[in-house]
């Protein structure tokens, strides 16, 4: 069963800040995803652990969506922020120069600064759930590994 930290859940994102997100990055977020984030926006998760074939992985955060306003009265949470993180990363994220928005976006932070993300470039409809590897990745060349066909079962597969 899936369990967060509950005092580390944080104002839920409202429709209008995802419609906005959404529109900004031209990506369609999957509704599991949505129902996730409503529920446990920037949660810090007690079931936290995955593995692959070659590692295991230790999630530190999900990363939240914010209004600008909730964002700068939560400085020491702001790093988790979505588009913060996707300000940073940038082009590390995309493998072509001339997208116009993402396709690969971070969903939660892992151990030693990688990323959990949905990545869209196989499906616009149903990302796959990857690991994006930050000392790899250069601009325009992500390097990821996928884990997941879907959000609903990547939870299913965290463990403690």
Not at 115 to 132: G, Q
Request: glycine letters at 2%; aromatic letters at 12%.
């Amino acid at each position: 069963m899936f369990e967060v930290k509950q005092d580390s859940i944080l104002v839920p994102p409202s429709d209008e800040i995802i419609e906005k997100f959404e529109r900004f990055y031209r990506v369609a977020l999957p509704n599991d995803y949505v129902e996730f984030s409503k529920k446990y926006n920037g949660a810090v998760p007690i079931t936290n652990v995955f593995s692959t074939e070659k590692n295991e992985y230790l999630i530190e955060r999900f990363l939240c969506l914010l209004s600008n306003e909730e964002r700068d009265n939560l400085e020491n949470i702001s790093w988790s922020e979505i588009r913060v993180v996707l300000t940073d990363l940038d082009a590390r994220l995309i493998d072509d120069e001339d997208l116009l928005g993402m396709n690969i976006i971070p969903i939660a932070s892992l151990f030693a600064g990688d990323f959990i993300c949905l990545d869209f470039r196989e499906s616009e409809k149903i990302p796959n759930i990857c690991v994006w590897f930050h000392e790899e990745s250069d601009e325009f060349s992500p390097v990821v590994e996928k884990i997941s066909s879907n959000f609903t079962d990547f939870l299913n597969n965290l463990h403690k």
